[in-house]
């Protein structure tokens, strides 16, 4: 299965951009790249996914390098309720495959007021 | 819509008794999985199916079962609880694999005396 690896942790000021890295190296072709993040005591809820081109959505960006073997999420204006832990995750699109998810210990993001 | 729907929130089991930790979704998803949380971890999978009657063992499996009789129900049964289960317990469904999105129930709080 192939795994992710990001920062334990990081700071930002809120209302600055904030990039959270992901290195994923051993990608296959059919490996969709997702990001969850969870909040304090709650469950993980979607942010964003993408395959090869970068994907913009109302909550982020997700940047995907050309070789596909890293990912940058980005928060454009960080506020208090981004403070949370995010996870970068790869999805295959194989049948069985796709509901094997492995998460990793994911990025602690902090926003200071 | 409900969305992923999991219960109990919060459960006490003395070691040795057993439960089923229910989850259920009413979106029609074919994928289905359950994750263990530990303080301070990230998400582990258990146990995950790709439809009624498919289910496959995750990273953590040893001390759970799992079966799928319908689309909307995939509980998990703890046949002996151990010490060593007491976690966070998520369930999350999705439409498919590859790019289609998960949905994360709220979470089940089980203590293992």
């Known amino acids: 299965d192939a795994k992710t690896t990001q920062p334990n942790s990081m700071e930002s000021n809120e209302e600055e951009p904030v990039h959270l890295p992901c290195n994923h190296s051993?990608?296959?072709?059919?490996?969709?790249i997702h990001w969850y993040r969870q909040l304090p005591s709650q469950g993980p809820e979607y942010v964003i996914h993408?395959?090869?081109s970068n994907v913009n959505n109302r909550m982020a960006s997700l940047a995907i390098a050309e070789d596909r073997k890293s990912s940058t999420l980005i928060l454009h204006r960080a506020t208090l309720r981004d403070a949370a832990v995010y996870y970068c995750i790869l999805r295959d699109s194989f049948y069985n495959q796709g509901g094997k998810l492995i998460f990793g210990q994911g990025t602690e993001l902090s926003v200071k007021p | 819509n409900a969305g992923v729907t999991q219960t109990p929130k919060f459960q006490v089991l003395k070691t040795g008794q057993s439960m089923t930790l229910q989850c259920a979704q009413d979106?029609?998803?074919?994928?289905m999985s359950w994750y263990r949380q530990d303080p301070g971890m990230g998400l582990r999978l258990i146990h995950y199916?790709?439809?009624?009657?498919?289910?496959d063992q995750g990273e953590v499996p040893n001390g759970y079962n799992v079966s799928r009789s319908t689309t909307e129900d995939f509980p998990l049964r703890l046949l002996s609880a151990a010490p060593s289960q007491t976690s966070v317990y998520f369930c999350?469904?999705?439409?498919?694999?590859?790019?289609?999105?998960?949905?994360f129930g709220s979470g089940t709080q089980l203590s293992v005396l």
């Open positions: 993408g395959l090869t």
């Open positions: 999350a469904s999705s439409y498919g694999g590859g790019g289609e999105k998960l949905f």
């Open positions: 199916s790709v439809g009624a009657g498919i289910t």
């Open positions: 979106m029609n998803h074919e994928y």
């Open positions: 051993t990608i296959s072709g059919t490996d969709y």
